[in-house]
């Protein structure tokens, strides 16, 4: 009860200490971590058709400098990414297992792809951001997941472990994951 009010009194002091459009949308990127998610991205799409992205920021060094360069895409229109179904939809969107494969269907290129990978995402809520029966944009709110090809001292990752243990359910989850076998 202590962290959800702590987090209402945060955003409602974040949200209304500026009149500046990029202000206000780094404040809105930033309220929900650590509360909600590992990260935040909002896209919104001005009366004059451009878009602006704002991006939440990390005390990890590594994946604030993926999620800057997340930052500086641009979505639009015929964007791949699920932001854009949410917006069109009116409808929150939720992925609760990223995948490789999920990735390179909703990215536009291989420098794209290899941005969002590095943010090593497990699952995303992509919510339309609405105002008077306006879509104004998006707020992506995005978890990570531990790095399924760390070893540990003896060189073994989590997929060894499953293995030799015979969980071939895990297994195969990591597997999905993105743990290469043959490490």
């Known amino acids: 009860r202590e962290r959800h009010d702590r987090f209402l009194s945060e955003a409602g002091g974040l949200l209304g200490t500026s009149l500046d459009v990029g202000r206000t949308l780094q404040a809105l990127a930033n309220v929900p971590v650590p509360y909600l ?5 909002v896209d919104v ?7 602006q992205r704002q991006v939440s920021g990390s005390d990890v060094p590594e994946f604030q ?3 800057a360069a997340v930052g500086r895409e641009t979505l639009s229109w015929d964007s791949p990414w699920r932001a854009i179904d949410a917006m ?3 409808k929150v969107e939720m992925i609760s297992a990223i995948t490789d494969d999920w ?18 995402m497990r699952s995303a809520l992509f919510v339309p951001l609405i105002a008077r029966d306006h879509v104004l944009g998006s707020l992506t709110l995005l978890r990570r997941g531990a790095d399924p090809n760390q070893q540990v001292s003896n060189g073994q990752t989590a997929a060894h472990v499953a293995a030799a243990s015979n969980h071939s359910k895990t297994l195969s989850a990591l597997v999905q994951g993105g743990a290469n076998i043959n490490l």
């Open 37 to 41: 998610a590992d990260a935040c991205i």
């Open 88 to 90: 069109r939809s009116r």
């Open 103 to 120: 990735l390179e269907g909703h990215t536009e290129s291989p420098a794209e792809l290899a941005r969002w990978k590095a943010l090593r």
């Open 65 to 67: 400098a993926a999620l």
């Open 45 to 51: 799409v001005g009366a004059d058709g451009a878009w």
